[in-house]
């Protein structure tokens, strides 16, 4: 069986766009969409391992549409019963007018807190940590300080198995 050859960065950014572009889709609904599978995919995942019930989600957005799918997937948790903390590098900027809506949309849910180490350290035990910071867009090396917020975000990850 051969497998699937997937787009790179540039020709899915070029996909999305066209499909965009021709009316087929709007960006709204492309983060709408990724976000409902992504829940899925987790909550599945989590299932599989024999934990059904909601658990506590850490979601990190940057500013741009990336940062949107962020904002779907928390509200969507949320929906589902899950306690979720958003925080985020910055708010989505006028460039990015999808994402301002679905930061709207979990605005009346829940409050962002500034994405930064500390702040990621002090969640506390996480089920689900969720990178929506930066997507096929970013073509410059990340922040020490953003890279330390990361970092952090990994080690609750791996801090969950134990």
């Not at 699937?4 to 965009?20: F, K, N, V, Y």
């Not at 089920?127 to 080690?155: H, Q």
Request: include cysteine; charged fraction near 20%; proline fraction near 7%.
């Amino acid at each position: 069986m051969e497998l699937p050859i997937l787009p790179t960065s540039a020709e899915m950014r070029a996909i999305e766009g066209a499909a965009i572009a021709a009316g087929t889709v709007s960006g709204r609904e492309l983060m709408e969409r990724a976000a409902t599978a992504l829940v899925e995919v987790a909550l599945a995942e989590r299932a599989l391992a024999g934990h059904p019930e909601p658990g506590r989600a850490l979601v990190l957005c940057g500013p741009g549409n990336n940062g949107g799918d962020g904002y779907a997937v928390a509200r969507l948790l949320a929906g589902r019963g899950w306690r979720v903390r958003v925080l985020a590098l910055a708010p989505p900027g006028p460039s990015a007018p999808d994402a301002c809506a679905t930061a709207a949309r979990w605005a009346a849910l829940g409050p962002v807190g500034r994405l930064d180490a500390a702040s990621v350290t002090a969640t506390g035990p996480t089920d689900l940590v969720v990178d929506a910071v930066f997507g096929t867009g970013i073509m410059r090396p990340l922040a020490a300080d953003l890279c330390a917020a990361l970092a952090a975000a990994r080690d609750l990850v791996r801090g969950a198995g134990r």
